[in-house]
């Protein structure tokens, strides 16, 4: 199936830095997600991205639809330890009328 | 609005046992997804709905897994028998299904927790 490479697997950071994290396909996408997991729970939408070159900001996250529509990025400015989790992109490839999914990148932020 | 309510939130079975689980997705989505998420991984679609119909099962195991909306609203997905590789989180979402070609956003429940032993 289709493959999406979301890096890095893992991050530690400390309280206050900054965060990027990014997925690239070698497919051409029309929409991607970004969504967060907490443990126990289920994936939260955090930003949604339908434009080539899109930059979109949720508090203090920032994602961007890469101006190839093959790769998008997040950046979390000033972390906290609530934003401790899994941090997923999803994208729509095509037309295809169904999202996949990258294996997500495990943040940790250390106080 | 109230979100997407799955249960049960755990499961605990033997393997060649049945299990079902059950979604009752935010109201006036037409599109209903299950989803299985094994431990480290992202999600991967296992059959998708629009209204009460299926519009792609392609990655559902067939011979084992079987899932109905009925009435086009609540949803239940089926293993049997289970194998232990069936142990995983099963994520049910709902979106409003837009007519055009992009997807509208997915909104996810908790979960039901699989383990097969």
């Known amino acids: 199936g289709q493959q999406l490479n979301q890096s890095p697997q893992s991050m530690f950071i400390q309280e206050g830095e900054d965060v990027s994290m990014n997925c690239t396909s070698s497919?051409?996408?029309?929409?991607w997600l970004w969504y967060k997991q907490e443990p126990g729970e289920g994936p939260v939408l955090l930003i949604a991205?339908?434009?080539?070159?899109e930059l979109t900001s949720n508090g203090r996250l920032t994602a961007q639809f890469g101006i190839t529509r093959k790769d998008s990025f997040l950046n979390i400015s000033a972390s906290i330890p609530s934003d401790v989790g899994i941090y997923f992109c999803?994208?729509?490839?095509?037309?295809?009328?169904?999202?996949?999914f990258g294996s997500g990148t495990q943040l940790t932020v250390l106080p | 609005e109230a979100g997407v309510a799955q249960s049960p939130r755990y499961k605990i079975i033997e393997k060649r046992q049945s299990v079902a689980f059950w979604c009752n997705p935010i109201?006036?989505?037409?599109?209903l997804y299950w989803y299985q998420q094994i431990l480290g991984q992202g999600p991967k679609l296992l059959i998708q709905?629009?209204?009460?119909?299926?519009?792609?099962d392609s990655q559902l195991p067939k011979d084992r897994f079987s899932a109905e909306r009925l009435k086009g609203v609540d949803s239940t997905l089926k293993i049997q028998p289970a194998k232990l590789e069936d142990s995983a989180v099963y994520l049910c979402?709902?979106?409003?299904?837009?007519?055009?070609?992009?997807?509208?956003?997915?909104?996810f429940g908790n979960g039901t927790r699989l383990t097969v032993t």
């Open positions: 991205l339908y434009k080539a070159g």
């Open positions: 979402a709902s979106s409003l299904g837009s007519p055009g070609i992009r997807i509208s956003p997915l909104h």
């Open positions: 709905f629009q209204n009460n119909g299926v519009v792609d």
């Open positions: 497919s051409i996408f029309n929409t």
């Open positions: 109201s006036g989505h037409a599109t």
């Open positions: 999803a994208g729509q490839i095509g037309s295809a009328r169904q999202l996949t």
